[in-house]
């Protein structure tokens, strides 16, 4: 199974549309985050919505989170309106299930910064719903102390769900928020990866099988 691996979009339809026709036969989507921005778009729903039906379109299996970016109430009502919504949910894909939780933390106020207390207890409860397969968590926050949470130098992620992380048992966590943490490390035997930002370019691809997940970093 070919899974498609996306976050940081920031309303780039050129590029999300590049991708979808370059790995036309991928069998599901995820998605990370920052789907439109309202600091880019004077009408960010506009934005939002146009991104969705570039998913809609391709009649695959789609599911994602809000970004710090996104405006949370409208974000998950129009996901919820193109049953794409993994925020404080959950979703059974063929070979996997997933959870997720949007929104990320920064020092900028942007529109959608959850605490870190709510993102782990969810994340928790929603861990505990899952069945005894492949496990995937979907979030656009970053875990503390990796590869993918690094910028300029520095970790940023979030030292809860590192702590998360190492409790439960992943197979494959997909996050974004850190442009620049574009890379592919391991957590408890997890493959986490950050495919970097559609709106730059990047995307990854995870392919699912009995063996396991593999994870590849991509690029326009």
Do not use: W
């Not at 939002?48 to 949370?72: A, S, T, Y």
């Amino acid at each position: 199974m070919k899974v498609l691996l996306l976050s940081d979009i920031h309303g780039n339809l050129e590029n999300l549309e590049k991708i979808f026709y370059r790995e036309d036969d991928f069998d599901a989507a995820l998605c990370a985050g920052d789907l439109s921005d309202s600091s880019k778009f004077e009408n960010y729903e506009r934005r939002l919505q146009r991104v969705l039906k570039i998913f809609d379109k391709h009649r695959k299996l789609v599911k994602m989170v809000p970004g710090n970016m996104d405006e949370e109430e409208v974000c998950i009502k129009n996901l919820l309106d193109y049953r794409m919504n993994l925020h404080k949910d959950e979703a059974s894909f063929n070979g996997f299930e997933a959870i997720g939780f949007g929104g990320g933390i920064t020092p900028f106020d942007t529109p959608f910064e959850p605490e870190e207390d709510e993102i782990v207890s969810t994340l928790e409860i929603l861990y505990e719903r899952m069945g005894s397969g492949k496990k995937f968590a979907v979030v656009h926050q970053p875990p503390y102390g990796l590869t993918v949470d690094i910028t300029d130098g520095n970790h940023v992620g979030s030292q809860k769900l590192r702590k998360l992380y190492e409790r439960k048992k992943f197979d494959l966590i997909l996050t974004g928020h850190i442009h620049e943490g574009r890379s592919i490390d391991k957590v408890n035997g997890a493959v986490i990866i950050n495919p970097g930002s559609v709106d730059e370019g990047y995307y990854g691809i995870a392919e699912v099988s009995d063996e396991g997940v593999e994870a590849t970093l991509k690029s326009l």
